[in-house]
């Protein structure tokens, strides 16, 4: 819970640069360096939890168990925020942005664009009847989701045994 917490803070952090990003091309590219920086900073604390809790030894389901509930702690803190942010402090502001960078996508008269003019006015429609809860919920599920997934190259890279070759027989 500790790491998930810290994880959670951290992706709080990283989640100011995402609004920030629809004007501010900078921080796209923050907003992305610190998503990439994520299963790092997971391996980090797998590391630590295999080295300090588990005596240097731990096994791949025990790694991918523990990563997997780091995520979803982190997802649970970090969704708080979203709902927050979302009902509170966006007044519309993502959607709007969402919407004008369509928009100019579909003026930009792009050969090819026409036939899926439609599905992103679509989309642009079913996006403006989204609640803050359901982005909430949608977010929530999509990162304990990646997360799970995340969690399997990470245990398999953090397991390790104990070498039985290298104890002493005395």
Not at 71 to 78: D, V
Request: hydrophobic share 50%; aromatic share 18%.
């Amino acid at each position: 819970m500790y790491c998930g917490t810290y994880l959670g803070i951290f992706w709080i952090v990283k989640f100011i640069f995402l609004p920030l990003a629809l004007s501010y091309s900078f921080c796209m590219f923050l907003f992305v360096a610190l998503t990439i920086g994520v299963p790092f900073i997971g391996y980090a604390f797998l590391k630590a939890y295999r080295d300090k809790v588990c005596g240097g030894e731990i096994t791949f389901l025990n790694g991918w168990l523990f990563t997997v509930f780091m995520y979803m702690f982190a997802s649970l803190l970090t969704a708080v925020a979203h709902y927050i942010y979302f009902r509170y402090l966006d007044q519309g502001y993502f959607m709007e942005k969402y919407e004008m960078l369509v928009q100019t996508l579909l003026a930009a008269d792009v050969s090819g664009m026409e036939v899926y003019r439609d599905q992103l006015e679509a989309m642009i429609s079913e996006f403006r009847s989204v609640t803050p809860i359901d982005l909430t919920i949608n977010m929530l599920s999509r990162n304990v989701f990646f997360g799970s997934i995340l969690a399997i190259p990470t245990a398999w890279v953090a397991r390790r045994r104990k070498n039985p070759g290298l104890e002493s027989h005395t």
